[in-house]
């Protein structure tokens, strides 16, 4: 298994663009999550997922879109971006119903907006 | 609002002693906790959870401790090695399926 995987590693964008970070995972997990780092803080929710064609927010959903189209692939979508944005993203996957224990994180994507 | 947080966010400590990362959480309706460990460029790893009808739960060189009176959590590691050196965040959820809650995180570093 490839476990989560996260693609770009970075990226480097200019206010107003668009883009998509890409998230997958081969462990058929129903529950998926995207996270934002921030230097000197813990990570925060974006947006969840707990099965294909079910999404809602987190804490800090504003400025992101996701979609769940299938089992496997989680994307989180920057329709324009902006410097507030610039940040580390984690995407996570996991069964439902289960503990901490079977949560695994991707390797992160470092974004940063100019 | 509701926080989970650290007490340090530095750690030293020399190879081979103990050591203990404390975390404090406010939502009293949190019944699972866990423990994460972040190492540079990566992303964050189980190292240990606990649930609330537990006081202690050990791993291996890990042990967890609750304690809900004071809405307090810690994580002790035995015979830090350098291996250990790492950022370490503690989360928390209402239920183990719940969304978690972070922690700013403690930086564990470990002298040779």
């Known amino acids: 298994n490839a476990g989560v995987t996260q693609t770009p590693k970075f990226q480097v964008l200019k206010t107003g663009q668009s883009m998509t970070l890409q998230c997958a995972q081969d462990?058929?997990?129903?529950?998926m999550s995207w996270y934002r780092q921030d230097p000197g803080m813990g990570l925060r929710l974006i947006h969840y997922s707990v099965g294909a064609g079910i999404t809602d927010q987190g804490e800090v959903p504003n400025g992101y879109n996701v979609s769940r189209s299938t089992t496997e692939d989680f994307p989180l979508r920057l329709l324009s971006a902006a410097p507030s944005q610039t940040s580390v993203y984690f995407c996570?996957?996991?069964?439902?119903?289960?503990?901490?224990?079977?949560?695994?994180f991707g390797p992160g994507t470092r974004l940063t907006v100019l | 609002g509701e926080s989970v947080g650290l007490h340090l966010p530095t750690l030293s400590v020399q190879e081979g002693d103990n050591s203990i990362i404390n975390c404090a959480y406010s939502n009293s309706a949190s019944d699972y906790f866990i423990w994460y460990k972040q190492e540079s460029g990566k992303g964050p790893q189980f190292i240990i959870d606990?649930?609330?009808?537990?006081d202690k739960r050990q791993g291996q060189r890990v042990t967890v401790l609750l304690n809900k009176t004071v809405k307090h959590l810690s994580l002790q590691i035995a015979a830090t090695q350098p291996g250990d050196s790492a950022v370490y965040f503690c989360a928390e959820s209402r239920g183990s399926q719940g969304n978690l809650i972070f922690g700013k995180g403690t930086k564990l570093s470990v002298k040779p």
């Open positions: 606990i649930r609330s009808n537990m």
């Open positions: 462990m058929n997990h129903e529950y």
């Open positions: 996570a996957s996991s069964y439902l119903g289960s503990g901490g224990d079977t949560q695994y």
